[in-house]
């Protein structure tokens, strides 16, 4: 397995590492509905304000983190907006209430500015053979830290105070600035930018480019039903009577089947086309919220995470590379964004549709999600038979050196 790794440059595998130290770090967003309404006084009404302001903020970083990227560099906005978000946390703390309704969300789209440009920087330095490889080195080392981060967090919590968690993450944030500034080399091959008359816009090169279009729409569908595992899932575990540990346990399940798997199963199936694995990962999370139409029994909820996790590993990695792919060189920041952007719109999306169903009809969730992710994975899979879409057919092997668009550019 390893020899099909050997394409990603160092420098890649250095970004990595840090991306794990800054994922182990960045625990804030799980502690701070419980930090606003505890240490910080607020209502639960304000703190959940709050929290979906602070939300909108990270989609819209996620979204235009790559357009900074493609016109100052890829390198140099991923340090700004770390540098930004870091000062900003270690000085919410001392910041006013009335403030962090400004802050919050500011601090919130930097850090999904770096998430942009973390893979726009993967999308442009990997040749775009390993480029399904390079974006799941990526995964595993985000994943990896924020299996250690959950724990560490709540023990810096109980150690010394949820304020303290922010400090942590400012200073963790800043390290790890300065340690991209020292690993990721500040220059590469020029910018490749269109001639004169010769750029299209964003709306036109996705026009050219069909199935792409397709695959956003369904990977933007399918995130509303993933995340329901954040928000409408717990509170029907807790309605058939499983515990907060049972809920804990499933993720503990769910990180370490993708920490075990995700590198492999790259590996695995690099040489098949990319639509063809992202349409049958997106069925398999609908079928997986399908098996909760049984009940909420401790085997059905840990079958349902099982398939929900299998799922995730087959669509997120292949869909990111895909994405790369087909990114004109000029714009793959942009490219990258239009995806990370989609990728987590069930952050503020997912919570109030899934939470009002649940309330209205609790029995019609979980079909429902079923129903809007085998959907979408449908799509995908036919979108993977259109012209120009890159692939020879669901299922079908590509020759590992077949490539589809020649997308380079600098980091910056």
Request: positive net charge; charged residues 10%.
């Given at each position: 397995?390893?020899?099909?790794?050997?394409?990603?440059?160092?420098a890649v595998?250095?970004?990595a590492?840090?991306?794990?130290?800054n994922?182990?770090v960045?625990?804030?967003?799980?502690?701070?509905?419980?930090?606003?309404?505890?240490e910080?006084d607020?209502?639960?009404?304000?703190?959940?304000?709050?929290?979906g302001?602070g939300?909108?903020?990270?989609v819209?970083?996620?979204?235009?983190?790559?357009?900074?990227?493609?016109?100052?560099?890829h390198?140099?906005t991923?340090?700004g907006?770390?540098?930004?978000?870091?000062a900003a946390?270690?000085?919410l703390?001392?910041?006013?209430?009335?403030?962090?309704?400004?802050?919050?969300?500011l601090?919130?789209y930097a850090?999904g500015?770096v998430?942009?440009?973390?893979?726009?920087?993967v999308?442009?330095s990997?040749?775009?053979?390993a480029r399904?490889?390079g974006?799941?080195?990526?995964?595993?080392a985000?994943?990896?830290?924020?299996t250690?981060?959950?724990?560490?967090?709540?023990?810096?919590?109980?150690?010394?105070?949820y304020?303290?968690l922010f400090?942590?993450?400012?200073?963790?944030?800043?390290?790890?600035a300065l340690y991209?500034?020292?690993?990721?080399?500040?220059?590469?091959?020029?910018?490749?930018?269109?001639?004169?008359?010769?750029?299209?816009?964003i709306r036109r090169?996705?026009?050219?480019?069909?199935?792409?279009?397709?695959?956003?729409?369904?990977?933007?569908?399918a995130?509303?039903?993933?995340r329901?595992?954040f928000?409408?899932?717990?509170?029907f575990?807790a309605?058939?009577?499983?515990?907060?540990?049972v809920y804990?346990?499933l993720?503990?399940?769910n990180?370490?089947?993708?920490?075990?798997?995700?590198?492999?199963?790259?590996?695995?199936l690099?040489?098949?086309?990319?639509?063809?694995?992202v349409g049958?990962?997106?069925?398999?999370?609908g079928?997986?919220?399908g098996?909760?139409v049984f009940?909420a029994?401790?085997?059905?909820?840990?079958?349902?995470?099982?398939?929900?996790t299998?799922?995730?590993?087959?669509?997120?990695?292949?869909a990111?590379?895909?994405?790369a792919?087909?990114?004109?060189a000029h714009?793959?920041?942009?490219?990258?964004?239009?995806y990370?952007?989609?990728?987590?719109?069930?952050?503020?999306?997912?919570p109030?549709?899934?939470?009002?169903?649940?309330?209205?009809?609790p029995?019609?969730?979980?079909?429902?999600?079923t129903a809007?992710a085998?959907?979408a994975?449908?799509?995908?899979?036919a979108?993977?038979?259109?012209?120009?879409?890159?692939e020879?057919?669901p299922?079908?092997v590509r020759?590992?050196?077949?490539?589809?668009?020649?997308?380079?550019?600098?980091?910056?």
């Amino acid at each position: 397995m390893l020899g099909t790794f050997r394409d990603i440059p160092r420098a890649v595998w250095l970004l990595a590492f840090g991306i794990f130290f800054n994922s182990a770090v960045a625990f804030t967003f799980i502690y701070l509905f419980v930090y606003l309404t505890d240490e910080r006084d607020l209502s639960v009404p304000q703190a959940g304000l709050l929290s979906g302001i602070g939300g909108l903020g990270l989609v819209a970083g996620n979204f235009t983190g790559g357009w900074f990227g493609d016109r100052f560099g890829h390198r140099r906005t991923l340090l700004g907006a770390a540098v930004l978000a870091g000062a900003a946390l270690c000085l919410l703390p001392l910041i006013p209430v009335a403030a962090l309704y400004g802050v919050l969300p500011l601090c919130q789209y930097a850090q999904g500015a770096v998430r942009a440009c973390n893979s726009a920087l993967v999308a442009v330095s990997v040749p775009e053979v390993a480029r399904r490889q390079g974006f799941a080195v990526m995964r595993a080392a985000g994943n990896a830290g924020f299996t250690v981060g959950a724990p560490l967090g709540a023990l810096v919590a109980l150690t010394f105070s949820y304020t303290a968690l922010f400090v942590a993450d400012g200073i963790g944030t800043l390290l790890f600035a300065l340690y991209v500034s020292r690993v990721m080399p500040a220059r590469g091959a020029a910018v490749r930018r269109p001639g004169p008359g010769g750029g299209k816009s964003i709306r036109r090169e996705l026009r050219d480019r069909p199935a792409l279009v397709v695959l956003l729409v369904s990977v933007f569908l399918a995130d509303l039903v993933y995340r329901q595992l954040f928000s409408t899932f717990p509170v029907f575990l807790a309605d058939h009577g499983l515990s907060t540990q049972v809920y804990g346990w499933l993720f503990a399940l769910n990180g370490g089947v993708i920490l075990l798997l995700e590198l492999p199963a790259a590996a695995a199936l690099r040489r098949y086309a990319p639509l063809a694995v992202v349409g049958t990962g997106l069925i398999l999370v609908g079928l997986g919220y399908g098996l909760l139409v049984f009940g909420a029994g401790i085997a059905l909820a840990a079958a349902m995470m099982l398939l929900l996790t299998a799922g995730e590993i087959l669509y997120k990695t292949p869909a990111t590379a895909f994405v790369a792919d087909q990114a004109p060189a000029h714009a793959q920041g942009r490219f990258q964004s239009l995806y990370a952007g989609v990728s987590v719109s069930g952050v503020v999306l997912a919570p109030p549709l899934g939470g009002a169903l649940y309330a209205a009809s609790p029995e019609l969730l979980w079909p429902a999600c079923t129903a809007l992710a085998v959907l979408a994975g449908a799509a995908v899979l036919a979108a993977g038979r259109m012209r120009g879409s890159g692939e020879a057919g669901p299922g079908d092997v590509r020759p590992e050196g077949e490539t589809g668009s020649p997308a380079r550019a600098a980091a910056g």
